[in-house]
């Protein structure tokens, strides 16, 4: 995508409909690129009217794909940060939204709305960071940089390790968790 070593690309992968949040998503994005010249988005999604007027807010920053689903993995895995973004209800409080999983596959650092059970994880494994009102992307960048902890091959480890242990159907934690549901009966 023409970026350079210190760019930071923002992933959002999935639906464009209402319930995802554009709204809250499309003014963070606006909010991370006008706090520094290092962020860069790659949206894969549907074109809708206000996506597009965002890419046309950021030329050169920002692209929009709609690609098949066996190339998903391999342009989320170009990215440095999954955004989950998503606005307060009950559903979402509680929610472990799927692109959770594929994006700690691909190995990004996540920026997640909370409380849910997703943001909980993501903190308490070092493998996100929990977004509220205000989030000052600019500082959020200098701490990650600062502290050595840069969006690097240790995070993208990280990130791995957590979903491959936890979130695949073959993990020691679901097979225990399908044993204790389904009780006497064999997990094939």
């Known amino acids: 995508m023409g970026l350079a070593e210190s760019d930071v690309l923002l992933m959002y992968s999935g639906s464009a409909a209402g319930w995802q949040s554009f709204g809250l998503l499309l003014g963070e994005l606006d909010r991370a690129l006008e706090s520094d010249l290092r962020f860069h988005v790659l949206l894969l999604c549907p074109e809708t009217v206000e996506i597009a007027q965002f890419l046309d807010r950021w030329p050169g920053r920002t692209r929009r794909m709609f690609v098949s689903p066996s190339e998903v993995l391999n342009w989320i895995s170009a990215a440095d940060v999954g955004l989950i973004l998503r606005e307060s209800s009950v ?61 690097d091959i240790d995070s993208r480890s990280r990130s791995r390790n957590c979903a491959y242990r936890d979130f695949l159907k073959t993990s020691q934690s679901n097979r225990e968790g399908y044993l204790k549901v389904l009780g006497d009966a064999v997990v094939n």
């Open 91 to 151: 559903t979402n409080s509680v929610a472990m939204p799927t692109k959770f999983a594929e994006f700690l596959a691909a190995g990004l650092h996540l920026v997640l709305t909370g409380p849910n059970p997703a943001a909980e994880y993501a903190v308490a494994n070092d493998v996100g960071t929990r977004w509220s009102e205000g989030f000052d992307w600019s500082n959020w960048l200098k701490i990650k940089m600062q502290e050595g902890r840069e969006l």
